[in-house]
Every structure is written in C-alpha cells, then in structure tokens.
C-alpha cells in the first residue's frame, strides 16, 4: 500500500475515533445517573433578624441589600442548620469590622484595617472562614457588624455551612468559568506578547501585537486578582486586592499605548494628553492608598470615572481616524477595539441590571476578540510589509540593471571619444588644439575610470562579480600598476616606490585583473588624499601550506589620514570620510566598496589603520596557490616600463600587414581603421562574428 493511502486511512480513522469519543460522553452521560458524585454537605444560614444602628428590628431572608449607608455598628442573628459536623465551616463575605459569636461564644473578630498587612488597607472585599464542630448544631449566631458603606450596602451576606470541598463549589459555581477564562488569556496574552518580541528582534521592527497583547494581559491579570477565588488558590487574602486595583490604573496606559501605536505618530498630542491623565491618575491614587490618606475602595468611584473618560478620550480619536479614513491602515485593530468596547458596555449593563454569575463574561470576550484581531493585524502588517519589501528588492534589481547597461553603453561613446581624441593627439601640428585635446584626454579617463566604477559597483549589486582565478605573474601585475600610477604620483611630486621586504612568489594562481583593480584603486585613493610626502606599496605575506600563500599587501601614505571616528563604514558603498576638507577631490565613495567585495570574492580581508593628519596604510590579504615560487625582485616591475613618448608620432610602417578589424561598433571599427592607415597596413572592417569567420575563410 501506497504511504500517501496509509496516511488518508490514518486521517479517516482519527476522526471516526473521535466522534466515537464524543458520542460516548454525551450517551454515557445522560444515562449514568444512578450514582453521582457525591456532593458536599452544603446548607445557608437563613432567616436573619437585623437590629440596625436605628434600633430597628426586621427579619430577612438569606441575603438582604439596604439602601442607605450603615456607619454605626448593627446585629445580625439567625441559627446554624442542624447538619453542622466536624471539618465544617462557616463562611462568608464579612463587613469592614466583624465579629462573630456562636452561642454567645466570640469565634472571629475582623478588622480588615488592621488586620491587613499592606499600607493603606486591604483595599478589596474578601470571603472568610470559620470552623465549626458538630456542638454548634442549630447554635444561634449573631454578628456585629460595623461600616457598610455604599449605597446598597450588603446587610446580611450570603452565609453558608459547608466543608472546604463546598467553599471550592460554591466559589467556582459562581465565578469558576469567568476565572479559568481569564486565566486562559492571560497565558494566551503572554505567549502573543514572547512571539511579539521575537518578531521584533527579527524584523527590527515596532510590534504592535505586543502593546495589544499587554494590555490584554493587564486586563484579564485584572479580571484573575479581582475573583474571589484566586486567595483561595494562592493562600493570602491582601495581595490580590492591591494588585487589583495597580492594574486597573495600568490599564488604560497599555491601552493608549497600543491606540497610539497602531496609529503611526497620528493624533500624537491627543495621545500624549491622555497618556498623561492617566498617569497622573495611576501615581496620584497608589500615593493617597500608600500614604493612608485615602483608600482604593474609597477612590473606586473616582478611579472608575478617570478611567472612563480615558477611554471615551480614546474612543474619540479612534472615530477621528474612522472619520479620516485612516482605520483603513489596521482594520483589523480597529474592528477588535469596536467589539471589545461593544462587549465592555454589555459588561457594565449585566453587571448594573442583573444578578448573574460570571458576570466578567462578556468582557472576556471582547478581550479575547481584541486579542485575535491584533494578530490578525500583526499578520496581515508583516503580509504587507513582505511584499513591500519584494516590491522594493525587484525595483532596486531592475535599477541595478539599469544601471549596469547604461554604464556598459556609455562605454562604447568614451571609447570612441577617446580614440578620436588620440587621433587629434597624434596628427595635430598646433600647440593650442593638442593642449585642448590633452584636457580632452583626461577628462575622458576620469570618465572612463568613472564609468568602470559604477559598472563594478552594479554587478556586484545584482551579485554578477565574477573571479576569474589563473595563473599570472606578480611582476607583471605590478610593472602595470606603476606605470599606471607613476605618472599620476609624479604630477603630484610625491614619491612612489614599492617594497617587496620578504620572500613573495612570482608565480600566482587567483584573479591577477582584480587583485591590479584594487591595488590601483588604493594608490590612486593614496596620491589623491596626499598633498605631500609620498606613496609606498609594501608586498609580503606567509605559506600556509606548501602551495598556498597568503599574500599581503599595504599602500601606506603619507597623507591627510582618517578620522577614528570615520572608519567604520569605510568600505561601504558611497561612504565618504572628511567630507568638509575633501569636497574639492572627485569621488563616488564606490572605490574602497569594490575593493572589499573583490576581497571578499577572493576569500580575503581588507582594512585600514590611519592617524588623521599623519597618514594611512590600507591593506589587502588573501590567499592564492603558487604555480611559480621564485621570489619576486625588488625592482622587477621596472623593468617593462615604456616611458611614455614625447610626442605622438609614429615610427614604423607596415604595408605588407593584412588586418582584420572585427567590432559591432561603426566607431570603433572607424577608429582602428585611422589608427592602421597610419601604418600604413591593409585594413579590412568587418561588423559581425558570422562575417568575420567568412572573411577569414576567403
Ligand atoms: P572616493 O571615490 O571618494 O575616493 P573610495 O571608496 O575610494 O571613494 O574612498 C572612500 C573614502 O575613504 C574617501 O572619500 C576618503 O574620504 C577616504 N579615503 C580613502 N583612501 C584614503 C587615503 N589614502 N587617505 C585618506 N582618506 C582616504
């Protein structure tokens, strides 16, 4: 059997499993009901007789509400149920002060203020637990209870008589689902807000999934320490409270962060402004809490107003940005921060009008909501910016070819130019056309060198630098490099000279045309930035191996230097040092970036060391085979040297040479044919290779 077959049968097979699996709960669960798990004992205290601080005596049920504040202390009394057993608990949501006795015996005294071990109170309702024994069987109890403040103060709360198995029920029936689902998203917040920071360290880029999920991460951290089963879980009962209230003055901060973010520096004043309210609102009630001075319970309602003139501050320059049309650049975002907002004023109506558990539901899910469109947003941004980015690349691409044909194409004119120039040069008797023609020249070399610059430069961009590795001799290189540059060190009256100090082998195997281009071009960088002194190329270099060398080469000199500063980044394309002393001096800042790619292509390493002021030694190492080992001489580049002649005349004549001139340039060929009629040769023009061959063959 085929793998692709036994991988489909695999698939069918986990999902028949599977619906078996759920088909089982659901039939198995509704039949089997003949023995389920046992539940707690579990009874509420009830029929309650409240003496309040007016002396008034009134009977209420299991729970009563008033409406009005009760600052001055009152009684409540009822009795214990008749199963009361050992291991049992009372338990209950105590006032600010309480005391509790059972048969006229004192069981508990809570005083929230004191009893809390952080400054400025506990700052949160809590549950408490007091153990009962079977003695306390249908025991009368009565509370004193003291400061319930707020407008529908809790006069009785519910009380119940259970094991600590029936607290766990009793707690999670009420906010078990709101918990675990703020417990879900804030592990689901903070594993969004790691993958956040590693998109950002790999893109470099701002995340702003990761405000999105920070803020996500404070809310439902808020929704997890407001619960009251989280002290039950973690052992303490103060903690919570004032972490509730620190994160709820975070919230907003996150919040606008995230807003501002998604919104590129838009709306920034607006943005700061609210930031600053809502910091101002964070210090300023910590302060007041930590100082004694003011209570976070007390400053509830204020707290609360802050924060939601923050977010109605928030709310409008989001609809700003509707209006403008901007939200069209993170839809997404904008979408998740509708519907939170929509889930949050479902939250306020259930939590003001009705009496439900888990009453955080909707909340959660507008956080969640928000959570999955500012991922989304994230994906579809990093989406965009790849394509942008391809975009950019193929634009450059097609630059950089642009850029390689047309300095190709110049080419061929300067060629032409040139050649006719040498031409004048050489027929031209008048002193003022040939000095004319000699300006010409030069220029058209500077081009020319110019021209071959950007050419190098573009085909290392479009990554088309190719080496060429073969053998060649070192003493040529060099003969070529100093009568190239001789000449230019002269005008200049600097000195030039080259050291060979150790033993280096004539005989190399690398790209002999590359290694002259980069030694050119730091000579020619060396001349050009010395004003006086001169020039030195320094070969040496060590065997590896038998046959493998690395071969080292300085062009020190004596002139202007570079700047510490200015040294990194040198050999990147259009770098320029000392731009303000060297404005006068041509330049592309291509020079040193060809030299490093050739370096790099040639498996070497360049740098420089300089003092600025005193001079500069660039270098070039790399490694080439030896064919030849015989040690270069010092003055064999001397050798070959044709001193330039005075004039332009020509010597000889060859009238019995037959010559062939191939080119597909009508210049060129133009150009060859007025150089061998000089001679006096037999020329004949050919423009194409098919012709040439043909030609040949006659
Ligand atoms: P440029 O065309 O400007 O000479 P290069 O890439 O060859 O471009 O050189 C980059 C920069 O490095 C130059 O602009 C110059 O500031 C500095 N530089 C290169 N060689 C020397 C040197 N021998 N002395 C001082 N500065 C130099």
């Known amino acids: 059997?085929?793998?692709?077959?036994?991988?489909?049968?695999?698939?069918?097979?986990?999902?028949?499993?599977?619906?078996?699996?759920?088909g089982c709960l659901f039939f198995f669960s509704l039949k089997d009901k003949n023995k389920p798990i046992q539940k707690p004992d579990f009874s509420y205290v009830e029929n309650w007789t409240v003496t309040d601080d007016r002396g008034e005596v009134f009977e209420t049920g299991r729970n009563y509400k008033g409406n009005r504040q009760i600052e001055k202390e009152y009684v409540i009394e009822s009795f214990l149920p008749e199963n009361v057993g050992d291991n049992m608990v009372l338990f209950f949501r105590p006032c600010w002060y309480n005391r509790v006795y059972i048969n006229g015996e004192l069981r508990s005294e809570t005083n929230l203020d004191k009893d809390s071990i952080i400054p400025g109170g506990p700052a949160k309702s809590i549950y408490i637990t007091i153990p009962l024994t079977r003695e306390d069987k249908g025991a009368t109890i009565q509370m004193v209870r003291k400061n319930a403040t707020s407008s529908h103060p809790e006069i009785v709360p519910e009380t119940v008589v259970t094991t600590m198995d029936g607290v766990y029920t009793y707690l999670f029936k009420i906010e078990g689902f709101s918990f675990y689902f703020a417990t879900l998203l804030f592990l689901i917040s903070l594993m969004v807000m790691v993958v956040g920071l590693y998109i950002h360290y790999l893109y470099r880029t701002t995340i702003d999934m990761f405000y999105g999920a920070f803020s996500v991460m404070l809310v439902s951290g808020w929704a997890i320490t407001n619960s009251s089963i989280y002290p039950f879980i973690f052992g303490h009962y103060h903690v919570d409270g004032l972490v509730n209230y620190l994160l709820c003055l975070l919230m907003p901060l996150a919040f606008l962060i995230y807003v501002d973010s998604i919104q590129k520096g838009r709306n920034r004043k607006k943005m700061a402004f609210l930031m600053i309210a809502a910091t101002i609102n964070a210090v300023f009630w910590t302060l007041l809490h930590f100082c004694g001075?003011?209570?976070?319970?007390?400053?509830?309602?204020?707290?609360?107003?802050?924060?939601?003139?923050?977010?109605?501050?928030?709310?409008?320059?989001?609809?700003?940005?509707?209006?403008?049309?901007?939200?069209?650049?993170?839809?997404?975002?904008?979408?998740?921060?509708?519907?939170?907002?929509?889930?949050?004023?479902?939250?306020?109506?259930?939590?003001?009008?009705?009496?439900?558990?888990?009453?955080?539901?909707?909340?959660?899910?507008?956080?969640?909501?928000?959570?999955?469109?500012?991922?989304?947003?994230?994906?579809?941004?990093?989406?965009?910016?790849?394509?942008e980015k391809q975009k950019a690349i193929d634009m450059s691409e097609a630059k950089s070819n642009f850029l390689a044909s047309m300095s190709h194409e110049i080419r061929t004119p300067i060629n032409s130019i040139l050649g006719m120039n040498e031409m004048i040069l050489r027929e031209s008797k008048d002193e003022v056309i040939t000095d004319y023609a000699r300006t010409v020249e030069s220029s058209g070399k500077m081009l020319l060198t110019l021209i071959n610059d950007v050419l190098d430069f573009s085909r290392i961009e479009a990554g088309k630098m190719e080496m060429n590795l073969e053998e060649f001799y070192m003493s040529e290189v060099l003969s070529d490099v100093y009568s190239v540059v001789f000449e230019r060190a002269m005008e200049k009256n600097l000195s030039f000279d080259i050291r060979i100090p150790n033993e280096v082998p004539n005989g190399m195997i690398s790209d002999g045309y590359r290694i002259r281009q980069v030694l050119i071009n730091y000579i020619n960088n060396a001349i050009k930035y010395t004003d006086r002194g001169g020039v030195t190329l320094v070969l040496s270099g060590t065997y590896m191996e038998d046959k493998k060398f690395l071969l080292s080469m300085y062009v020190r000199d004596t002139g202007r230097g570079i700047r510490e500063s200015e040294k990194e980044g040198l050999f990147d394309a259009f770098s320029r040092a000392d731009l303000a002393a060297n404005r006068s001096i041509e330049g592309?800042?291509?020079?040193?970036?060809?030299?490093?790619?050739?370096?790099?292509?040639?498996?070497?390493?360049?740098?420089?060391?300089?003092?600025?002021?005193?001079?500069?030694?660039?270098?070039?190492?790399?490694?080439?085979?030896?064919?030849?080992?015989?040690?270069?001489?010092?003055?064999?580049?001397?050798?070959?040297?044709?001193?330039?002649?005075?004039?332009?005349?020509?010597?000889?004549?060859?009238?019995?040479?037959?010559?062939?001139?191939?080119?597909?340039?009508?210049?060129?060929?133009?150009?060859?044919?007025l150089f061998l009629k000089r001679i006096e040769a037999q020329v004949d023009l050919c423009d194409s290779g098919a012709r040439a061959i043909a030609k040949c063959k006659e």
């Open 1 to 22: 059997m085929s793998r692709k077959r036994i991988i489909a049968i695999e698939k069918l097979f986990l999902v028949f499993f599977f619906l078996f699996a759920v």
């Open 293 to 387: 001075i003011f209570n976070f319970v007390d400053a509830l309602l204020y707290i609360d107003i802050t924060l939601a003139l923050v977010l109605i501050g928030a709310s409008f320059v989001i609809f700003t940005e509707l209006k403008n049309h901007h939200t069209r650049e993170y839809r997404y975002t904008a979408i998740g921060i509708g519907l939170f907002l929509f889930f949050c004023i479902v939250e306020i109506i259930v939590i003001t009008f009705f009496t439900v558990k888990n009453d955080s539901i909707p909340m959660m899910i507008g956080l969640t909501l928000l959570l999955v469109f500012a991922v989304m947003q994230q994906v579809d941004d990093i989406r965009k910016e790849g394509v």
């Open 588 to 673: 592309t800042g291509l020079g040193l970036a060809i030299v490093k790619s050739i370096a790099d292509a040639l498996g070497g390493e360049v740098g420089v060391d300089s003092r600025y002021g005193a001079g500069s030694e660039f270098y070039i190492r790399i490694p080439v085979e030896v064919f030849d080992k015989t040690p270069l001489e010092n003055n064999s580049y001397k050798k070959k040297i044709i001193k330039k002649e005075e004039g332009f005349g020509c010597d000889y004549i060859a009238p019995n040479a037959t010559i062939l001139v191939v080119d597909d340039n009508v210049s060129n060929l133009k150009i060859a044919d």
